[in-house]
């Protein structure tokens, strides 16, 4: 697939350009160098920013103004009747010149651009985006940026020229996928950890009750996992097989009423002593139940490190009244009323950050607290403690009036709870599990000294009743939390295994990238090392761009500085010399890139650079990096202001390899033309006039045409004029660009140096200029307009055309065909 | 280690990482290139942490449904 060059840019209604009914239109060539100068103010910026509208939908000056300053109002010209911007381009391929490609946008004063493609792309817009390559539209700015931005940024930026933004993008997509506090909070990982281990534990606990209760019951080991079952059987069968109670056991054990059980025995027995006894098995029973069921090594040491993490975040907030204000900021932000980003929107002072990374900086402060508060809600119910402490306050047998772990409970939902709280949990729990042991003693020993004094078949069973009710309840809590242990471990290795394989992923992908570009930059390293040297004469100086092994960054040192070897390119390298070195890799890189766009526009690129350097980097692109000069080269589009650069630009017009064009008008309110495009304008507009017999309307048409064909000789072919030229009488131009012209050619024919062919001489002298001089400037500039007639004023406008053509010659072409070339002067051809 | 070919584009090297996930983990490696669009349509901060919670979210449901899977 053809890549592509910029053939046509036609403008009205964008920016400063009027050209109401008239656009503004510049032909480049793809073979040349287009050059196109401007003075200040005629439009030379409107067309960079025309086209950066085009291919990129942005101006980026626009992007840079507050909402407040309204900068969608902007693109249209403010002058154009139809209040519509209208952009279009052609491009044609590099590989089918013939086919062309043009596309117009345009934009109204609602902000709706629309893209069509009148030779029939079917996917105009996509066509443009494909052309929104970094290289492809470049100014000052994106040169002087380059070396003075962080490594990263600088990174980033140059993965952008080197066409792997994409690549540049994913691997910080990536890496912020795969971002370990990430992954902690989205996926809970902590969390997971704690509950599973929380399981585990209390699996631990119950296994020990259910192993316990079943030797007691059974008078075996429960030896056998994997058979929980047929234990339950065994267990339940115990219990059944004794005469007394039979009946009243069930199909299982946890279809038995052990209540009904113990009153049956003692009905049974009968008797204060009996009754006590069974009271104080219950009682024991309790108390035993009431002991922790878990691992005592799970205390609320994570909920106590949460607090205090809390505290420390709350500490970096600045409280809930400034809360409401970044809030309140960050409404204004997002509705684009305040759109100084350097500025406080409150005291108005400049800032050195953007006051939406304050704001957001802060939020996420905030937002810190609110996470470590439900990771304290979570540690703290995925704690053993606060269940126990309430089943200790709740129990009847310790007999506790002031509860404390309802509002412990309270105040962890509202992120109350404090370091004091969570110590005052600590120290009930341990005040109630000491009460617990106490009263578990006295009852135990209790029911000991009653058991010695009753008769020992029925103490036997009471006690293989209570243990089969324990059985059942430590079974229920066993296959709980084995199962709950399962699901939060299972769910625990899939994602700490996601986390691990983004990681690997991310990292891959990193090194691959890291890899390619590296790959790249040493591609166009003896390019950027050669064009800076050529550029700056500097062979002393060669400057080094290295990417980072692991990360974006891409530094920019010098490996040797006048004998000094890696020193730094920022600190040492004046701002011309960064520049030229600047300019060096981007013309590099863009020379190495494949995208689809094969032409590149500069706009005021040299304005760090004096004229020597200015002349380096032309000679440079016309010479080695410009299509025509080189097949892989590029076609290259220069914006300037300068008018030492545009003397070389006129130099060079028309030689072969390099086209000029000159930018004049009045915008914003007139017309911007380029000066070809002016010349044939005017002289068309005259003719008309002429032809409808409008004198007098033709005739400023007329004084303005001459003058442009009399000053392009005078330019082309080096014609010296005096030093008061352009402060002389405006109505008498003409004549003093004639005088001026005819004095050189006569000087230099006196001197024999003269390089005109004689019928060229004869015209000028014997045809043309007499006929200029007698059909107008005889009648205008003596005000005597009145006897002019439209066929008098055409022989002029034939004659100065004929005029311009004696300054020119026939140079044969190597397929022998000739070329029209201005002489260089009035003493050499070329 | 992966390499990218710098003359294939975007599309073909990621299809390279995307085949080097598959071996590394053929359970996983279907979760990642269902979030990989997301990941490449990210192209700021602001995006990317929308991204991100957004394919977080995305994964634990499709881990969830994972194990839902292979405990059945």
Redesign the interface.
């Known amino acids: 697939m053809g890549r592509h060059f910029l053939k046509r840019v036609r403008i009205e209604g964008f920016r400063g350009i009027n050209n109401e009914g008239d656009p503004l239109e510049l032909r480049f060539d793809p073979g040349k160098v287009n050059s196109v100068f401007a003075v200040n103010g005629t439009g030379k910026s409107s067309i960079f920013e025309a086209l950066a509208y085009a291919i990129r939908g942005t101006v980026p000056k626009l992007d840079e103004l507050s909402a407040a300053e309204k900068p969608e109002k902007y693109y249209v010209n403010k002058f154009h009747g139809g209040a519509l911007a209208t952009i279009e381009l052609e491009f044609v391929s590099d590989d089918t010149v013939a086919q062309s490609t043009v596309i117009i946008v345009t934009r109204d004063e609602a902000g709706t651009r629309t893209v069509a493609s009148p030779s029939g792309n079917s996917d105009p817009e996509g066509f443009l985006a494909s052309l929104d390559e970094a290289f492809a539209l470049l100014d000052y700015q994106d040169f002087s940026r380059f070396i003075d931005e962080s490594p990263l940024n600088r990174g980033r930026s140059f993965s952008a020229l080197l066409g792997l933004s994409?690549?540049s993008?994913?691997r910080?997509?990536?890496r912020?996928?795969a971002?370990t506090r990430?992954?902690d909070t989205?996926?809970e990982l902590n969390i997971l950890a704690v509950r599973a281990q929380g399981f585990e534990q209390s699996a631990t606990t119950a296994l020990g009750r259910l192993q316990t209760s079943f030797q007691q019951l059974v008078g075996i080991a429960l030896t056998d996992l994997g058979d929980l079952d047929s234990y339950a059987v065994q267990a339940r069968d115990a219990l059944a097989g004794v005469p007394l109670i039979a009946e009243k056991v069930g199909t299982s054990l946890g279809e038995t009423d052990f209540d009904d059980i113990f009153a049956s025995i003692r009905t049974a027995e009968g008797g204060k002593e009996r009754l006590e006894l069974s009271a104080l098995i219950q009682d024991v029973q309790a108390l035993t139940a009431l002991a922790r069921s878990d691992s005592p090594q799970l205390g609320l040491d994570s909920v106590k490190t949460g607090v205090e993490e809390l505290n420390t975040l709350l500490e970096q907030t600045r409280g809930g009244h400034s809360k409401h204000l970044y809030d309140a900021a960050s409404i204004v932000l997002n509705s684009n009323e305040w759109t100084s980003p350097d500025i406080c929107p409150l005291c108005e002072s400049h800032l050195d950050r953007t006051i939406d990374q304050i704001v957001d900086e802060q939020i996420q402060r905030y937002s810190a607290v609110t996470l470590k508060i439900t990771e304290i809600q979570t540690l703290w119910s995925a704690s053993p403690i606060p269940p126990w402490l309430r089943r200790l306050e709740d129990s009847n047998l310790l007999d506790v009036e002031d509860k404390v772990s309802g509002v412990l409970s309270g105040k962890v939902a509202d992120g109350t709870l404090s370091l004091g709280d969570v110590e005052r949990a600590e120290a009930r729990v341990e005040e109630l599990a000491k009460k617990r042991e106490d009263l578990l003693a006295t009852k135990s020993n209790r029911r000991a000294d009653l058991e010695k004094s009753l008769p020992p078949s029925l103490v036997r069973l009471t006690e293989q009743v209570e243990a089969g009710r324990l059985f059942n309840a430590a079974l229920d809590d066993y296959t709980t939390s084995t199962a709950a242990y399962d699901t939060t471990s299972?769910?625990l290795d899939?994602?700490q295994?996601?986390a691990a394989?983004?990681t690997?992923?991310a990292k891959?992908?990193a090194?691959?990238?890291t890899?390619?570009t590296s790959?790249?930059i040493a591609g166009i390293s003896a390019t950027y090392k050669s064009m800076f040297e050529n550029l700056m004469f500097a062979k002393d100086i060669i400057p080094e761009l290295k990417r980072h092994d692991q990360r974006e960054d891409l530094h920019v040192h010098l490996s040797d500085f006048h004998g000094l070897h890696n020193v730094s390119a920022r600190a040492l390298l004046s701002e011309s010399y960064r520049n030229a070195l600047a300019i060096s890799v981007f013309l590099a890189a863009a020379l190495q890139h494949?995208g689809a766009p094969r032409f590149i526009v500069l706009d005021d690129v040299t304005s760090s650079f004096d004229s020597g350097h200015q002349l380096n980097l032309m000679e440079l692109i016309r010479t080695r990096l410009q299509y025509g000069a080189a097949s892989d080269g590029l076609q290259f589009v220069v914006f300037s202001h300068d008018g030492q650069l545009e003397k070389y630009f006129d130099r060079l017009d028309g030689e072969g390899d390099w086209t000029h064009q000159r930018l004049q008008g009045s915008p914003p309110l007139g017309n911007v033309m380029s000066q070809n495009q002016d010349g044939n304008r005017l002289r068309k507009t005259a003719t008309d006039f002429l032809d409808a017999g409008q004198v007098r309307e033709a005739q400023p048409l007329m004084r303005q045409y001459l003058e442009f064909k009399l000053l392009q000789v005078i330019r082309k072919v080096s014609i010296p004029v005096p030093i008061d030229f352009a402060m002389k009488d405006h109505m008498r131009m003409v004549s003093n660009c004639l005088d001026a012209i005819s004095s050189a050619i006569d000087m230099t024919d006196k001197a024999g140096l003269l390089i005109l062919e004689a019928p060229q001489l004869s015209a000028i002298r014997t045809t043309y200029v007499p006929a200029i001089v007698g059909n107008w400037v005889n009648h205008y500039e003596t005000a005597s307009g009145a006897s002019l007639s439209p066929a008098m004023l055409k022989s002029v406008l034939q004659a100065i055309d004929e005029f311009c053509e004696c300054f020119k010659w026939d140079e044969v072409q190597t397929d022998g065909s000739t070329k029209q070339l201005w002489y260089k002067s009035l003493s050499k051809k070329k | 280690?992966?390499?990218?070919d710098?003359?294939a584009g975007?599309q073909a090297?990621?299809e390279r990482?995307l085949l080097?996930?598959d071996e590394?983990?053929p359970e996983?490696a279907p979760?990642?290139r269902s979030?990989i669009g997301d990941?490449?349509a990210?192209?700021d901060e602001g995006t990317?942490?929308t991204?991100?919670?957004k394919?977080?979210?995305s994964?634990?449901e499709q881990?969830?449904q994972?194990?839902e899977e292979?405990?059945s």
Do not use: G, H, P
Request: aromatic share 6%.
């Open positions: 994409e690549y993008d994913l910080q997509s990536l912020s996928a971002d990430a992954l989205d996926l299972r769910t899939l994602r295994r996601w394989f983004i690997t992923v891959d992908f090194e691959a990238e890899k390619m790959a790249k494949q | 280690m992966i390499e990218f710098e003359t975007l090297n990621l990482l080097a996930a590394s983990d996983l979760i990642l979030v990941l490449c990210a192209d990317r942490r991204a991100r919670a394919v977080n979210e994964v634990r881990l969830a994972l194990a292979s405990s």
